[in-house]
């Protein structure tokens, strides 16, 4: 009898947890890497945000900006120049090689900053990465592919301004110009969040 007890409490905080899980806000956030509109979204914004909203969402971090792909990826232009592509594929290689939301943050909160190393190789290796895996990524295909890849989503929201932030896949003008400068604000209204870091 306790054992079916157990099990029926198990069960129902396991359904609780999943429950959660699917009802976390999803935040992706499209930008570029020397755009200094990114720099102080993230400097701003999102850096600014405690440890109880980063827990209720999940982000996604696409950098492409206003780049466009040449010959399916066989080189890229960039708003802000070749160092900008060259720093849009470095982050989308680290990105894809750190393991956990936190250390995503941590990364590109060290390298979208006006002091940051521009070509993007000082955070990598203080994000703990494997550096030889992380150049093999930027210097061959699967670095192409995530770019492409970075291309495809953005074309997909067709961005008038960069950095662009979306709740939930759906662009909101509205949304976006408020995220500009109160980002913790829409992540308690929208996640229904109360408390800490919570107007």
């Given at each position: 009898m306790k054992q079916s007890v157990l099990s029926v409490l198990l069960v129902a905080a396991l359904a609780a947890t999943i429950g959660q899980a699917q009802a976390q806000l999803r935040v992706d956030v499209y930008y570029a890497h020397l755009c200094p509109d990114s720099v102080r979204f993230v400097q701003d914004q999102l850096l600014t945000l405690n440890q109880n909203l980063l827990n209720a969402i999940t982000l996604d971090f696409i950098p492409f900006g206003k780049a466009h792909s040449v010959n399916n990826g066989?080189?890229?232009?960039?708003?802000?120049?070749?160092?900008?592509?060259?720093?849009?594929?470095?982050?989308?290689?680290?990105?894809?090689?750190?393991?956990?939301?936190?250390?995503?943050?941590?990364?590109?909160?060290?390298?979208?900053?006006?002091?940051?190393?521009?070509?993007?190789?000082?955070?990598?290796?203080?994000?703990?990465?494997?550096?030889?895996?992380?150049?093999?990524?930027?210097?061959?295909?699967l670095g192409t592919q995530l770019q492409l890849e970075a291309e495809r989503r953005t074309a997909a929201i067709s961005p008038a301004f960069i950095p662009t932030i979306v709740f939930n896949g759906q662009f909101d003008q509205g949304l976006q110009d408020?995220?500009?400068n109160d980002l913790a604000g829409i992540i308690c209204e929208?996640?229904?969040?109360?408390?800490?870091?919570c107007p």
């Open positions: 066989q080189s890229f232009v960039c708003q802000h120049g070749p160092a900008e592509c060259e720093g849009n594929r470095v982050q989308s290689c680290i990105l894809n090689l750190l393991p956990t939301q936190q250390a995503q943050v941590n990364y590109v909160g060290c390298q979208m900053s006006f002091t940051a190393d521009p070509r993007g190789w000082e955070c990598a290796f203080r994000s703990g990465v494997n550096l030889n895996t992380a150049e093999a990524c930027v210097e061959g295909t408020r995220s500009l929208l996640a229904g969040l109360t408390g800490a870091g």
